[in-house]
C-alpha cells in the first residue's frame, strides 16, 4: 500500500461512517414519536460499545493469526508496532471498522420500539464480535470461505446478511410490539416521512464510499474498478428504485407508497453489493430490479407472518444479500480479469459460484442468526430483553430518557405508576 | 485521465450527488406541512427515473458521436467496451450524470405544492433529456458553444440555466397555487425554517465538490486552480450572504428575513460558478453580492408578477446564472493561461467574451423554457398536470401519498369525497 | 505541496466545513422551539461575517508578514499573485478558513436564546480577528509558542480553547437565560433530541476531516500519520462514549440521558484531537474516558455556579482542550520522529512538555476570554447584546425573523405591544 492507495481507502471510509447519520434518520423517521430518541442513542451504542469490541476482539478474530491473538500486532486491544507496516495496518483497520459498525447498527432498527436499552447495549458488543467471525471467513486470506473462490466485493453478503438475518433472529424472539397486528389498530405510519427521505439519501450516497472504496485502493487497475463501480451503484438503485413506483403505482391505487419507495432503492443498491465490479450497467439495472420486487414480496410475507420489523431491515437486508449472493453466480464476468476470474452461470461460468455464494450465504446466515438467538434467549433469562406493555404504551424516549415528561409537565415515575 | 485525476473526480462526484440531500431538504422545509414527504419523493424520482433517462439516451446525445449513437460505446445504455479507456469512459459519464440529476432536481421546487406525481415522473425523464443536448453543446468539444468559445467552468449556466429556465416556464404554464395570491391569505412561510437552513448548509459545501471538482482532474495545473476554485466558492457565498443580511435589515425593518439569507447565499456561490478559476478573490466577493441583488430584486417582481416559485428556484438559477454568464465576460481573465485564454471587458479582453457569454445563456434557456412548455402543454392535455383544488388543500402527501390520513385516523377517499 | 497533498488537504477541508452543519443542527435541536431558526442564521453569519473577516485580515495577522501586511500576498485581502506558490497559498488558506470557522461557531451556542442577533453579527466578525492572532501563535512558524514547542496537531487547543473561553467569557457577561434558574421552572429540555443526535453523528465524521486533515498532506511519512489518526479520533470518541454511558447509568437512576450522550462523545474527540498522532490507541481510549468525565462535572459545576450554556459549549471545548493540552504533555509520544520529537511525562519526556502545553492553553484562553469581555461591553453599552426579557419570552424567531407570527396568525408589532 502507498500514499495513494491509502488516500483513497481513507476518504471512502470517511464516508462510509456517514451511514451512521443515514442510518439513524432513516429509523427515526420510521418509528413512532415516541421513541425517536431512542433508536438514535441505539445507533450511538452500535459505534461506542460495538466499536469497543471490534477493537478489543473483533478484529483479532477476524483479520489475526489465530495463534498469535495474544501477542501479535492483529492481535486483542489493536495496536500495530511502529514498523514500516504500521500504515497498511492502521488503513485496514478503520476501512474494516467501517463496515463492521455497518453490519451492527442494522439490527437496530427491526428491534426499535420494544427492546430495552441496557439489553441492547450488552447486544451490541456481542453481536459485533459474532459479525467479525464471518467477516474473516470471507476476507481474510485463510477464511473457509476465502478458499472456496466466495465472492462479496463490498459487504452485499457479509454486512448485509449478517445484519439481516440477526435482524430476522432478534424480532422473531423479540416478538412484534404490542399492538401490531390488532386488528382494530390505527396504523400510524412514519412519524416524519422526510427524516426517513434523509436518511435514504445519505445512506445512497454512502454506499457510494463502500461499494466504491471496496477496491481497496486507486493504484494500477483499481481506478478503473472504481469508476465503473459507481456507475453500477447508482444503475442498481435506479433499477431498484423505479421497480418500487411501478409495483407503487400497480398495487396501491395508482399512489406512490413511501415505504415502497425506500425500501426498493435500498434493496435495489444491496442487490449489486456483492458483485459490483463483475456486473454490466444493463445487468446491474436488471438485478437491482429483481432485489426491489423480492424485497416487496419479502416485506409483504414478513407482515402477514406476523413478523414486526418497523423499518424494513429484513427484506432489504436479509432477502436482498440473497439475491445479491445469488446475481453474483448469474450473471458476474470479471472483464478486466483482476477479479479472481470470476464467471457465473449466464457468462459460461457454470454452477460453481453460484453453489460456493449460496454456501456463503448459508453459512453466515446461519451463524449471525444462530448466535443472536442465543444471545436473547440470554438476555429474556436475566429480564432485559422486553419492555414491559406499559413502558412500550408510554414510549422509550420517556421510559429509558426521560426526554418526553419534561414536555408533559408530569413526572416520569408518577406516570408509571398511574397506569399500573 | 489517470488514477490521480480519477480519484479527484470521483470524491468530488460523491460529493455533487449530496446536493440531492441539499435540495431535499431545503424544498421540504420551504413547502407547507401537508407537502413534505411529496417533495422528497419527487427528488427521488429525479434520481431514478432522471437517471435511467440519462443512461439510456442522454449522454448519448451530450457526447456521444452522433453518427454511432446505436453502436458505439458512447451511444444509448451507456456500456463502454473493456478497453484501455473504460476507466475514462465510466469516470466522464458518472462525473456527468452528478451534474445532470442537479440540473433536473431544480425544477422539482418550483412546481411544489400543485403538480401532479405522474406528471411529474414523466417530465423528469424527459427534462433529462433536454437538459443533455444543452450540456453537450458547452462540453462536449464539437459542440457549438464550446466551439464559440463559450465558458462555463462548473455549469453556472449549463446547469442553472437549464434548471432555472426549465423552473419558469413551468411555474407560468401551471400556475400558481390555488391561494398563493388572495389577498386574504394568511401568509404561511417556511414549514421548517431549520431544515431548509440545514439543507442551504448541505448545499453550500456540496457546491465545493462541484466547482472543484470540475478541474476534472487533479494532476498538473489542475490542483493549483482546485484550490484557488474553492476560495472563489467561499468568497462568492460571502459577498452574495453578507449582501441578504444588509439588504434584509434595510427592507424588513431592522429583521433578518430567512429567505433572503438563503436565496443571497445561493445565488451569491451560483454567480460565481461559471468563472470561478478566472475570477479573483476580490472579484468573488463583488460579483457575489451583486448576484445576490439581483437574486433578490428578482424575487420581488417575480411576487409582483404572480409567478408561483414556492423555493425560489427561479431568482436563484435563472437569473444567478444570468448573472454567472455576465461575470465571465466583464470579469474573467485567465491568469493562469490554462483556461482557453479567456480575457473579459474589465480585464482587456473586449466585448467578445460577454457576446459569446450570453448566446449561450440565451440558446440554453430557450431551449429548455421551450421544451418544457411543450412538456406541460401535453401533460394538461391528458389530464397530468394539475392537481384538482380540492387535492390541492388536502395536500399532496395525503393525496398521492396517503401519508396523513393514518395520522386523522380518517380513509382518504371518503375525505375527498366529503370534499367534493 | 504537490497535487497529492493538496487533493488531501482540500477534501478534508470540505469535510471540515460539513462541521457548520452537524454544529448547526446539533444546536437548533439542543435550544426551544422559538429559537430554532435564530440558531441557524448566526451559523450562516459566523461562515459570511467570521469568513469575510479572516480573508480581509484574520488571515493577515494570523500567517501575513508582519511587515508586508499592506502590500504581501499574505497580506489584507488574501490575494496570492499568481507565481509558483500560488496553489500553495490557496490550499494553506482554504485550510485555514475551515478551523477559524470552527472556532467561531462554537460560541453561537453558549449565547443562544437571549443574545441580539445585529450584535452577534459584529462579534462574529471580531471574533474570527481574536482567534486568528492565537492560530498564528501555535501555527505560523514564527509565532511564540510554536517556537516554545508547543504541540496542537489538529486545533484541539487553539479551536477549542479560542471557542470554549469565548463561550465562557461570553455567558458571564450576558448572564443567564431569564428563567433559567428559576426554581419553579418546567425543565423543557431539548426541542429535537432527534436533530440534536443528527448535528453529533455528522460532527463525528468531521472530525475524522480535521483530525485526519491535519497532516497537511498524504506524501512521505503523512499517509501513514492519518491512517493513525483515524483510529485514535474513533478511540477517543469511543473512551467518550462509554464513559457517558455508564456515568448516567449510575447518576441518572439506571436511565440515558442524552445531553450526557452528546457531551461525552463530543468531548471524548476533543480530548484526543491536540495529540491524536502521539498516542496509542490505548491511550486514546483513555484519554477520551477522562475527558468525558472531566466535561461532565464540568456541566454539573457550571449548572450549580447558574453559568447558563444552552449547549454544553463550555464542558466540551474549554474543559475538553484544557484536558487536550494536558493530554499531549502526559501521554504524548512521537514514535515515528516526524512530530517535533515530543515526549511527555509518562514517555520520558519530563514536565517541560507539560508546562509548554500549560503556557498555551492558559495565553490562548486568556486572550480570547479577555477580548471577547471586552467586546461584550462594548456591545453592552451602545444595546446591541442582549434581548428584553418580553423578546427572550417571545423568542428569538419572531422577535428577529418574524417567523413565528405567520403561524399564529398575529401581527409581531402587536404582540409586543400586548405584552409591554
Known amino acids: 500500500m502507498n500514499k495513494d492507495d491509502a488516500s483513497w481507502i481513507l476518504s471512502n471510509t470517511f464516508l462510509i461512517l456517514t451511514m451512521q447519520t443515514g442510518f439513524g434518520m432513516l429509523e427515526t423517521g420510521s418509528v413512532s414519536h415516541k421513541n425517536v430518541a431512542n433508536i438514535m442513542i441505539k445507533n450511538c451504542v ?46 485496514h483497520y478503520i476501512f474494516q471498522f467501517s463496515f463492521a459498525s455497518t453490519a451492527t447498527t442494522i439490527v437496530s432498527g427491526a428491534v426499535a420500539e420494544r427492546m430495552k436499552l441496557k439489553g441492547y447495549m ?49 424480532t422473531i424472539v423479540l416478538g412484534p410490539r404490542s399492538d401490531r397486528f390488532r386488528k382494530d389498530r390505527t396504523p400510524d405510519g412514519l412519524n416524519s416521512p422526510t427524516t426517513a427521505l434523509t436518511g435514504i439519501f445519505m445512506l445512497w450516497w454512502a454506499f457510494l464510499g463502500m461499494n466504491c472504496g471496496s477496491t481497496y485502493g486507486i493504484t494500477d487497475h483499481r481506478w478503473i474498478v472504481a469508476a465503473k463501480v459507481s456507475v453500477i451503484t447508482l444503475n442498481g438503485s435506479m433499477g431498484g428504485g423505479i421497480t418500487g413506483l411501478v409495483l407503487s403505482l400497480i398495487f396501491k391505487q395508482g399512489r406512490i407508497d413511501i415505504t415502497y419507495v425506500m425500501v426498493s432503492i435500498m434493496s435495489g443498491i444491496v442487490s449489486i453489493t456483492a458483485g459490483c465490479p463483475i456486473l454490466s450497467p444493463r445487468e446491474a439495472i436488471v438485478v437491482g430490479a429483481i432485489g426491489a420486487s423480492i424485497a416487496l414480496v419479502a416485506m409483504h410475507l414478513l407482515k402477514r407472518m406476523q413478523i414486526d420489523d418497523p423499518v424494513g431491515a429484513i427484506p432489504v437486508h436479509l432477502f436482498g444479500s440473497l439475491w445479491s449472493a445469488t446475481a453474483v453466480g448469474l450473471f458476474g464476468d470479471d472483464e478486466f480479469g483482476y477479479l479472481g476470474n470470476i464467471h457465473g452461470l449466464m457468462h459460461k461460468g457454470g454452477w460453481h459460484q453460484l453453489v460456493v455464494q449460496w454456501i456463503g450465504f448459508t453459512s453466515i446466515a446461519l451463524w ?51 397506569i399500573n
Open 46 to 91: 452500535d459505534v461506542t460499545l460495538g466499536g469497543l469490541a471490534f477493537w478489543i476482539a473483533g478484529y483479532a478474530f477476524a483479520f489475526g493469526d489465530p495463534s498469535r491473538l495474544f501477542d501479535g500486532h492483529t492481535g486483542f486491544f489493536f495496536t500495530p508496532p511502529g514498523d514500516a507496516h504500521t500504515g497498511t495496518h492502521y488503513t
Open 368 to 418: 449471525n442468526a444462530l448466535f443472536t438467538v442465543v444471545a436473547f434467549l440470554i438476555l429474556k433469562k436475566f429480564r432485559l430483553l422486553r419492555m414491559s406493555a406499559n413502558e412500550e404504551r408510554l414510549g422509550a424516549d420517556w421510559v429509558e430518557h426521560n426526554v418526553c415528561s419534561a414536555t408533559f409537565g408530569v413526572k416520569l415515575d408518577k406516570a408509571l405508576k398511574d
Open 122 to 170: 450488552l447486544f451490541s458488543i456481542f453481536n459485533t464480535i459474532i459479525y467479525s467471525f464471518s467477516a474473516g471467513w470471507a476476507w481474510c486470506a485463510t477464511g473457509f470461505l476465502a478458499r472456496l473462490g466466495f465472492f462479496d466485493f463490498a459487504g452485499g453478503i457479509v454486512v448485509h446478511t449478517c445484519g439481516g438475518a440477526s435482524a430476522l433472529a432478534a
